[in-house]
Structures are given as C-alpha cells and as structure tokens.
C-alpha cells in the first residue's frame, strides 16, 4: 500500500512539473505573440502607408477589416454549434434581432471604435512609428481616468506615479519630435506632424472612453465574446459603410473599393482583423506583468525597427522619454496590494492588443481558449476590454 501511494505521488509530482513546464512555455509564446502584434501592425501600417504610387483608401481598409473579423467570429460560432448551420442562425437572431436592446447598446463604443481606426491610419501615415507607439501609450492614462471617473475604480500609489511618468515621457518625445518636425514636414510634403498628433491623441481618448464604457453597459453580461464581436461587427460595418462614403464616396466610385491594394495592403487587413482575436486567445496565458512587458518591449522593437528601415534617428531625449514610458507601462501592470481597485487591469486589458487597437483591444477574455470548442451551452461571462484593435 505504501509503495502505491510513493508511485501515485511521484507519478502527480512528475505530471505537476510536466504542466508547469507546459504553461511556461506558453507564456513565452503569449509574450512573443503580443509583442509581434502590438509592433507588426504599426510598422505594417506606416510601411505602406509611405510607399510611393497610388494609395489605397483607408476607409475601405477599415471597413474589409471589420467584414473579415465579423466572418471570423461566424465560422467560430458556427464551430460552437458543431457545424449545424439551423441551430447557429436561430441563436444568432436570437442574440442580435430578439435581444436588440442589448445590441443596441453597442452602437456607441462601435462608432467610437471604428472612428478610432480611422484615426490609427491618419496618425501613423503622419507620425513616425516610433513616436506613435510612445505616445498612443497615452490610452493608459485615459482608460485609468476615465475608470476612475466613470466606474469609481481606484490605483494604488505606484500607478498614479507611472502616470505621472508616462505622461513626461510622451511630452519629452513631442518636445524632441517638434525640433525635427519642419525637415520631416520639408522631407515628405504629404505627411503633417501636427494632424499625426492630434489624430493619436484623440484616439487615445476615444480609446479610454469607449472601453471603460464598454464596461460598465456590459458588466454581467453573459454573451459570448464571439457574438458581442458580432454585434460590434455589423455597426462597425455600417459606420464605416458610411465614412467611406462621406469621406471617399466619389474618389472610389471612379476607382473602385479595392484600388491600391497591393499584397502588403492584404497583409495589414489581415492583421487588424484576425490579430486581436490572435491576441484574445494567447492573453490567457499573460498576467498583467507580461502585458505590460510585452507592450514595453514592442515600443523598443517599434523603434529599433524604425531605425532600419524608415531612416529614424534616435537621439538621448527620445531615448530618455522612451525610457520613462517604458518604465511606466511596466510599473502600471505590476499587481496590486490586496483590495486595491481594478483600475490597473482594465487599462493594461486596454493595452494588449493595438487594436486593438482597435481592437483594440472588446472584452476581457480570459475564458477565450474554451470559446474555440463546441459547447453544449452558451453563456461565457464577458467583461469587456481587450479584443478591439487599434483597434
């Protein structure tokens, strides 16, 4: 008997090690994954946007985007309900036409969100990519903010510091950017260093706003992220549908939706479509420290990048103002003491994805991996934040 139990306890210690080697692992290809999507999208975006020739429309972009995503998260649902296309529709109606109170409620954060995209590609067409993924570190003030404004969240003393910090970090590299703004302006006539600017700040803010918002209209709930990325989706759609057509409506009438798309165009759809998914599934395996790293690191990666293949100078003051809003983002997702608020979690949620952008960034997915399989029974709990890219 006691031989049975030494075997039965090596044999629960070997599997112990053998899990904890397993979710290691996965943490470090959670880390490269969010570093990989919170650098790639940026570079993508201000690669192509700076080619000569014709240029595609951005508003088309935004919107193939969101069609791409809604498709995605239809297959996924569809995969939940084991490939039986009845029993998928009459829940989808169900969750969208019977129940159009609660999708009704997502017409803000999507108008915000999908203004929010097209923002991310003014800003980076007019900003170099290391200034924009120093400065759209700013959403962590506004969703810290607007948190404790908006949800009465509190931050523990070290967070309201790395706010501080994150904020004279953002002002040196605008103070180092201004005194090269009049040779990038002289240097590319097409590119505006001011409107860049304000395009990211107001982005920042829509950002902070629509997912503490996102919040506090969902909290409870019990929809499927799949089908609140739907939902967000259809209007996303919709609004873009009618931005394109505002701001675009005879340019590709004569030209055509998909004019200027080129192979690098596809590539970055594809990203800020299915990278906040991407990043919605391998966040489980993140804390908040790796979140933060992984932001951290993508700015370093963003900038070195930059160096090679945009011709970015580096000099000490964006060094130094890189530096604190490094050593912000890292502060900001350390844990909290015991009962602190949840402030911190919902802006570093904000964080992971740029896209989240648009993402990021649409709910909180802890739960997403089980998302993937058939379920006999909807009902995933879904707090809001995360998956919507700059979005």
Known sequence: MAVGNHSQAVEEKAASRSQSEVNRKLKYISLAVLVVQNASLILSIRYVRTLPGDRFFTTSAVVMA???????????????KRFNVKQTVLFLVDSIVFQYKDTLKLAVPSLIYTLQNNLQYIA?????????QVTYQLKILTTALFSVLMLRKSLSRVQWVSLVLLFAGVAIVQVEQEGKKEASVSGASNQNYTVGLVAVVISCLSSGFAGVYFEKILKGSSASVWVRNVQLGIFGTALGMLGLWWNDGEAIAERGFLFGYTDAVWCVIFNQAFGGL???????????????????FSIIVSTVTSVYLFGFHVDLLFTAGAGLVIGAVYMYS???????GGGGAAALNANAGVAASSASSRTDVGTEMEAFLPKAKEGVASLPLAVRMPD
């Open 66 to 80: 969101e069609v791409l995503k809604v498709l995605t998260c239809l297959l996924i649902i569809l995969l939940q």
């Open 124 to 132: 980076i067409s007019n900003l170099p990519a290391a200034t924009f």
């Open 334 to 340: 350390l844990p909290k003491a015991a009962g602190g």
């Open 278 to 296: 991407l990043v919605a599934v391998v966040v489980k395996y993140a804390d908040n420290i790796l979140k933060g790293f992984a932001t951290s």
